[in-house]
């Protein structure tokens, strides 16, 4: 009898460095939006002080992680980390397709592609806060692909996504 020697996954490597860059600037796009949007601190008032979120592509794939702190999200990085919300993205492929707009976040849950352990009430409040931080970091064109109701973005907030690309998401403001 022959022995098959055993067939390993690849690490798609060039997937996960920008599923970090992307969870880098989504962090940093989070701290600086929950700061100045009026309508991302309206969400946020429903969460508690001090609660972790963790998003996370299964298997041992890249993370980040936000807190929120009187009101604002607060990006703690790339980094493992106890959360009390963590939402996991299904393999590299499902993150990847999500992060360029090839899937939106609802065909992602409705597909099995993304679960969610913690409280379900917070976790549809971050979904929320996402969509909104998605209609700032992305272009109308595509959010009408991944978004099935895209927000306004009357020209105070055109400016403000220009600062969220500027200051936002390299210094973190």
Not at 29 to 52: C, G, I, T, V, Y
Not at 85 to 100: S, V
Request: aromatic share 12%; proline share 8%; charged share 20%.
């Amino acid at each position: 009898m022959e022995k098959y020697m055993p067939i390993e996954p690849g690490t798609k490597p060039f997937k996960r460095i920008f599923i970090k860059t992307i969870f880098f600037v989504l962090g940093r796009a989070f701290q600086s939006a929950s700061r100045h949007d009026a309508d991302l601190k309206a969400e946020l008032a429903a969460l508690p002080n001090l609660l972790k979120i963790q998003m996370q592509v299964q298997p041992n794939g890249p993370q980040f992680n936000l807190q929120v702190l009187d009101g604002r999200l607060m990006y703690l990085g790339l980094k493992p980390m106890a959360s009390d919300i963590t939402i996991y993205l299904k393999n590299i492929e499902c993150a990847f397709d999500m992060f360029t707009a090839q899937m939106g976040v609802v065909e992602g849950y409705t597909g099995h592609r993304i679960a969610l352990k913690g409280n379900p009430v917070f976790g549809m409040i971050f979904t929320r806060c996402l969509f909104i931080v998605q209609a700032y970091l992305f272009p109308k064109i595509i959010n009408k692909r991944v978004m099935r109701r895209v927000p306004p973005m009357p020209l105070k907030k055109q400016l403000f996504r220009i600062w969220i690309y500027c200051l936002g998401i390299p210094l973190g403001v």
